[in-house]
């Protein structure tokens, strides 16, 4: 909780002392802000991502500890702080719309008025994905727990909407900030997706070794890749259907 504070401290207090020290006394121009919001961005974007990393193979980590509880335990502080970051990234992301650096992808009036409405429903359309994912995964999403059981709802038509959602929204936000500069935390979170997304799976691999081995062959990562709606793949379900 302390450590939860100071992450909220540091990462919305460095714009607050700035603004502060923004006077003629201290010679500091106001165009720094910019930058500051970048660096900001780019910032929450790796942090976060790593921090997420620490939460996500707590059945491994078990042999790290001598009480596989503190594993969870571990995971649940490492989920936890690491939403602090993500917020703290969507927050500089907005503060991106007056705080944008020079480079844009164009200047051409109506191409923008084009690619702006397209690319704030998309980002609207994955912020609902977002809010349902995490509706439908529950406790899960803040608090990893052994007892808790493989998702239905939208993990029914892909298997991590979660994910998914949010680089959407990093790639909409570039287009509708009209910041190429947005691409680079986006592309970075594209091959964090990759990479976190077999991490991830290894390790439920561990926690439901034949429930989500069926759930991987009948459920794709991105939706229409391959097969849309997943089949049977509940171990019930199937044992039920054998003996009949």
Excluded at 36 to 63: F, G, H
Excluded at 104 to 126: M, Q, R
Excluded at 173 to 186: G, M, Q
Aim: aromatic residues 18%; charged residues 15%; hydrophobic residues 40%.
């Amino acid at each position: 909780m302390y450590l939860s504070c100071v992450l909220l401290a540091m990462i919305f207090g460095i714009p607050l002392v700035l603004y502060y020290f923004v006077n003629p006394n201290y010679q500091i121009a106001p165009w720094i802000f910019p930058y500051v919001n970048y660096c900001m961005v780019v910032v929450c974007a790796v942090l976060s991502s790593y921090i997420y990393t620490k939460s996500i193979t707590p059945v491994s980590d078990e042999t790290n500890y001598s009480n596989p509880e503190e594993a969870w335990q571990s995971a649940q502080f490492y989920r936890n702080n690491c939403i602090i970051f993500y917020i703290g990234a969507y927050f500089y992301l907005v503060l991106s719309r007056w705080l944008c650096l020079g480079i844009k992808f164009t200047t051409n009036v109506k191409t923008l008025e084009i690619i702006i409405p397209v690319a704030s429903g998309l980002n609207i359309l994955s912020g609902v994905v977002l809010l349902i994912s995490y509706i439908n995964a529950g406790t899960e999403s803040t608090s990893p727990d052994q007892t808790t059981k493989l998702f239905g709802g939208i993990y029914n038509y892909m298997r991590h909407p979660q994910g998914l959602s949010q680089l959407c929204m990093w790639y909409c936000a570039s287009f509708i900030l009209n910041s190429p500069l947005i691409l680079i935390p986006a592309f970075f979170k594209t091959l964090y997706f990759v990479y976190e997304s077999k991490l991830q799976e290894s390790d439920l691999l561990k926690r439901f070794p034949i429930e989500y081995k069926k759930y991987q062959q009948a459920v794709p990562v991105i939706p229409f890749f391959k097969g849309f709606k997943r089949k049977d793949w509940n171990l019930k379900t199937t044992q039920t259907k054998k003996k009949k």
